[in-house]
């Protein structure tokens, strides 16, 4: 059990925030790069409990910039995106994309000052069809992320995001609890046909997940860049079925697939926006070949970890992403078919996950639980956050998992003989291959 210093400690991200300093040592995603034209038009995003817009500029590169003008404090929301720089619409003053003012279009030539003058500005690149942005010291920018969907293809992956909300840690934390897999996915009569094909479309692997021993041997070690999870189930044959899931701090995660070569592999990166909502940004790719037309069309159906189904879009941080099925509509739960088919009644993998984290409320008061064996994975991690973060504040020390190379790892699924480590078993499966 957590002391109330700790679970604060943990969640809270916001600057000036032990948790939140960690976080700014690493790049942090922002957008797609489909989603921002050149001279289009901006967009309201949150990170780390910092207001701020991204754009595009007319000649294609992209910025982060705060979201509030130096001037005023009008919203750069509404700004007009120029050839020279991101202009206030309340008085002109404008701003290149690396937050210099480069116009006081209010204040005649000779009382200008627009040399001391520089709108908070986040450096960005773009990476595996993604904007990601470094919001921390410039002296300690790491190299570009490096996992392994963002080297594939853009045949090979697809990626997704969704609001949420609740904490970024309650909704991390069930992306490293393979046990729940046995209650919250499953139905309540693994014989009905036609579920079992529902389930085994929706995520791959569940199904045989879930008809093995719910209540699963679970181990856990920590890797140079975070901890590998291993869930452990008697299989026939004489053998062990391991799911084994990776945590790449601070808030990466990658849940175990199918058995076979023809996985498709799973990612989250778990995005504070603030200390009650984070942005689920969610990844399936293949690591050698293009994503069949059936697999992307299950993706953007919302299958398997994917929530697509949207509301109404607004201009708000992240308004075009706020799913339809939400807190206030129960995540529209069918509650015949939690009563006579399906354990959980809520519809899809990722939308079960996240109406069953947000009602933790905003933020999980860890002081109150009760944490058994099968939450070791969940103890693990957290531990890996709590050092990390002290670390850096205590003693200034490089937190892990900067060195790209660190990146390439994978999770994995595999039967493995009884007498054989799972670490040791499964060790080839869980890193990438040189290419």
Known sequence: MLTREDNAFLTRTGPG???GHLMRRYWVPVVQSSELAAGGRVKRVKLLDEDLVVFRAPDGRVAVLGEFCAHRRASLYFGRNEAAGLRCVYHG??????GRCVDMANEPPEYSFQD?????AYPCVEHGGVVWTFMGPAEATPGLPAMEWTLVPET????SKFWQECNYLQALEGGVDPAHISFLHSVL???DEALKRDLEKAAAGFDFAAQLARAPHME????PVGVLIGARRDAPAGRYYWRITQ?????????????????VLQSHVWVPVDDEHLVNWCISWHPSRPLTEAERAGFQAGLGIHVTAYGEPTGAAYGDIRPLANRGNDHRIDWEAQRTRKFFGVQGVGTQDKAITESQQPVYDRTREYLGRADIGIIRVRRRLLEAARELADHGTAPPGLDPASHLIRPAAALLP??????????????????
Do not use: I, N, S
Not at 116 to 120: D, G, H, T
Not at 156 to 159: L, T
Not at 220 to 223: G, Q
Not at 418 to 435: F, H, I, N, Q, S
């Open 189 to 191: 009569d693994v014989q």
């Open 116 to 120: 001391k003058v520089r709108q908070p």
């Open 220 to 223: 856990a070690v920590d890797t």
């Open 93 to 98: 003053w404008q701003y290149d994309v690396d």
């Open 17 to 19: 925030t032990p948790m």
């Open 156 to 159: 090979h992956r697809f990626v």
């Open 247 to 263: 945590f790449l701090l601070p808030f990466h995660t990658m849940p175990p697939p199918d058995v076979g070569p023809e996985a």
């Open 418 to 435: 009884k007498d054989v480590t799972w670490t040791e078993g499964a060790r080839d499966l869980l890193v990438v291959p040189p290419r």
